[in-house]
């Protein structure tokens, strides 16, 4: 937990979860140790996941309902690695109290960076009507720079979560606590991969998404049973070093028309097309979650 008046320190082993997704890519052990580099690599969305379990700590429901969390891969980060979360103390301003984090490996080196907030009452949600959810189409549009456009939308394909879907998420996200399970709340680290998969699946890219940070603000819970959806839109596009970089805005959406939380991300939708392999450190900077070249 959090403390109001020193900073604490938490520990956390992380690990990749097998899943169907991963096989043949760098979050599958075997193949990431083929291409040379120590094990899997953590998609950034599961860092994300630890860090939501100390704001639940500290807070409670409550934060599911006005609070915040923000996150910032810098480094990779393996199945296996011991991290270590240092977090100041709660700051209160504003109408807010926040906890600044950082994320340390064993070796020392800063592999993350957060923060976590909960308001003093509850914000208003945005209008669902500013965030259509449109359809995935037959033919996907073309994803690559010269397609692609600030104000473009995203297409959403609705899911519905399980009790027992809900379950084994809880479990991939190594989530410690038994309350996203007795009380039918979908974890919020799954609806910010449920909004990441959305927003890549709406265009025909050419490299998977390579995660560098996530914001989101909670306005109530997602439940089991809902129909859940990601409408948003492309809000800036950039190309740093051949690395082509989105900035998007998502609004999870709870059965067509009740919010539930406002995700803003950046991602590499387009990794820059090496004329040779890379050694396997540059490889391990760039396909994974990170910031392979500093964030613009």
Excluded: C
């Excluded at 980060?77 to 490996?105: F, T």
């Excluded at 699946?201 to 998977?208: C, D, M």
């Excluded at 740093?240 to 805005?249: F, I, L, N, P, V």
Aim: glycine share 8%; proline share 8%.
């Amino acid at each position: 937990m959090f403390s109001e008046h020193k900073p604490t320190t938490h520990n956390v082993v992380a690990k990749v979860v097998a899943r169907p997704e991963f096989v043949g890519t760098l979050h599958d052990d075997d193949m990431a140790r083929s291409l040379g580099y120590p094990a899997a690599l953590v998609p950034g969305i599961d860092i994300y996941a630890y860090l939501a379990r100390l704001a639940l700590q500290t807070w409670g429901s409550d934060w599911l309902f006005k609070g915040a969390l923000s996150s910032t891969s810098l480094r990779p980060v393996y199945h296996g690695d011991d991290l270590v979360v240092y977090a100041g103390p709660i700051e209160h301003k504003d109408g807010e109290k926040s906890v600044e984090m950082a994320v340390h490996n064993a070796n020392g080196a800063m592999v993350a960076s957060a923060r976590a907030a909960l308001s003093d009452s509850v914000d208003e949600a945005p209008d669902p009507a500013g965030y259509p959810i449109l359809p995935r189409p037959a033919d996907i549009p073309p994803g690559d720079p010269q397609a692609l456009r600030t104000g473009m939308r995203f297409s959403s394909s609705a899911e519905t979560v399980s009790a027992s879907a809900n379950a084994r998420q809880v479990k991939e996200f190594l989530e410690p606590s038994s309350f996203y399970e007795q009380e039918g709340i979908v974890h919020p680290a799954y609806l910010q991969r449920l909004a990441l998969k959305n927003a890549h699946a709406s265009f025909a890219h050419a490299t998977p998404p390579i995660f560098i940070s996530t914001e989101g603000r909670h306005f109530g819970p997602a439940r089991t049973g809902e129909k859940l959806d990601t409408p948003g839109a492309i809000t800036r596009l950039w190309e740093r070093k051949g690395h082509h970089y989105m900035e998007s805005e998502q609004l999870v959406l709870a059965n067509g028309k009740r919010p539930v939380m406002l995700i803003r991300r950046v991602t590499i939708y387009q990794a820059r097309q090496e004329v040779s392999a890379p050694a396997p450190a540059a490889r391990g900077a760039v396909a994974g979650s990170g910031n392979p070249e500093g964030r613009p």
